[in-house]
């Protein structure tokens, strides 16, 4: 081979590797300059079709919101794409902050309905059984009173308009014919039905004649005080509940979608996915964006005082307990006051109802009169009625002496007396979100989503 063919060879391979050294350039410089990396995140964040973003960075986008000078990869459509996502992840991010205090103000709540129910029902239980042991002859007809009892109260302290001290009164107005028929005149119980007007009569009476003396008054006014702050203890909590759930509905203004929409995504358009925003900068958009729920922070501390002085007043000396657990010891204190006194019952039930069929059998030999050490034979027909309770004989004391003193507790699966603690160890939680509101955006501007080291992004341009 000639040399003048051998230089035609090596100049011809000289153009040919220095056309593919020019081609990979391009393709590099093409790359380089390629909306690849945006388009994988718009896809990825599920922000908007995949269409709207373009192949290669253009100038002369018409941008409203990340506007710059150099190419973009962003246009218009996907300007509204982005503020629609970063408004919907935004409200989500303040859902998943305050999830945790809702979850806290719900499991209470639950917890303490539960903790009063099973009071509530432990109480009832201990009612029953005393009825039932040591008042056999009307346990069955005063059962329906019992559960009324206890359902009217279940309802006030879930905030029925119910009146405490009218449901204890008519619970006494609705035994009182059967205590009077089967316990102070058991031998007339088939004269007085129910509906009757005798029966009638005597429930109309009954706060007027007092047969079970003040424990009527006693049980309903002790109720109706310690049940009323139970009951705004369960709807402060319900009230806290509306609140925090009233944040998932946070206004987030046009504008502050614009701010939201810069901060997160307007580095996209310049191929900066990777980049974040600086720490104090999403603080600042934040605070503007939550501007009305921060106003909620004084409020919201004064909420939570008044439920710390409503739950130590829950849980200070167990008063919601022993209120509730109480009731069977009044009425069994009413009732064997009925008892005793039953002779000057029956004298004034005598006189405004009409006669009963006969006076208890063990008091026969006795008249009403006699049992009254202050009535005498001038005295008006109706002074046995008016006069305070009279002294009767000691034989007539001593035959319910064995059913005086407390009742003994019995087990139950369903009863967790544990107010106290439950209170005590919600109290110490909530106050941990005091500044709940005040602190909401910083708290949104923790984590991955922001940066504070020397490169972030500041809604316009990356600063050092």
């Not at 051998?6 to 300059?33: G, P, Q, T």
């Not at 005590?424 to 991955?448: H, Q, T």
């Amino acid at each position: 081979m000639s040399r003048k063919t051998c230089l035609r060879v090596n100049s011809f391979d000289s153009v040919r590797i220095l056309a593919l050294v020019i081609f990979a350039v391009n393709v590099i410089e093409a790359d380089k300059h390629s909306c690849y990396e945006v388009r994988a995140a718009f896809q990825q964040r599920n922000i908007g079709p995949l269409h709207l973003v373009p192949e290669k960075p253009h100038k002369d986008a018409d941008l409203q919101l990340c506007t710059h000078q150099g190419p973009s990869c962003c246009n218009r459509k996907m300007e509204g794409s982005y503020m629609s996502a970063v408004k919907q992840e935004t409200l989500q991010k303040i859902e998943s902050h305050t999830y945790q205090l809702q979850s806290l103000l719900s499991g209470h709540l639950d917890n303490f309905q539960d903790t009063i129910q099973s009071l509530l029902s432990f109480s009832q239980g201990r009612l029953s059984s005393l009825l039932e042991r040591s008042y056999s002859s009307l346990s069955h007809q005063a059962l329906p009173h019992v559960n009324q009892l206890f359902s009217s109260l279940s309802l006030f302290l879930h905030g029925a308009n119910i009146s405490v001290e009218m449901t204890v009164h008519t619970f006494f107005n609705n035994i009182f014919p059967l205590v009077y028929t089967r316990l102070i005149n058991p031998g007339i119980e088939g004269s007085v039905t129910a509906g009757s007007t005798m029966s009638d009569c005597l429930r109309m009476i009954r706060q007027d004649v007092k047969p079970f003396g003040n424990h009527t008054i006693i049980m309903a006014q002790r109720l109706a005080n310690v049940l009323e702050i139970g009951r705004q203890l369960v709807l402060s909590l319900d009230k806290g509940l509306k609140v925090i759930n009233a944040t998932e509905y946070a206004n987030l203004g046009r504008d502050c979608v614009k701010s939201l929409t810069k901060m997160v995504y307007c580095s996209h358009c310049r191929g900066l996915t990777l980049i974040k925003p600086c720490v104090d900068y999403c603080s600042n958009v934040m605070r503007g964006c939550l501007a009305s729920m921060s106003e909620l922070d004084q409020p919201w501390r004064v909420y939570i005082s008044s439920f710390e002085k409503l739950s130590r007043s829950v849980a200070g000396d167990h008063s919601l307990e022993l209120a509730i657990l109480g009731v069977s010891e009044h009425v069994n204190e009413a009732m064997l006051y009925a008892q005793i006194h039953g002779p000057l019952i029956t004298a004034t039930v005598d006189k405004v109802c009409g006669l009963s069929t006969g006076e208890p059998p063990s008091m026969r030999h006795m008249s009403p009169e006699v049992t009254t050490s202050t009535t005498t034979a001038n005295s008006p027909p109706s002074s046995a009625s008016s006069s305070s309770p009279q002294r009767l004989p000691e034989e007539w004391l001593e035959r319910f002496a064995h059913m005086k003193g407390p009742l003994p507790l019995k087990p139950s699966n369903n009863y967790k007396p544990n107010l106290r603690t439950l209170s005590r160890e919600f109290l110490a939680v909530l106050l941990r979100y005091r500044a709940f509101f005040i602190s909401l955006p910083d708290m949104l501007c923790k984590g991955e989503n922001v940066v504070d080291d020397s490169t972030c992004w500041v809604g316009t341009d990356v600063v050092e």
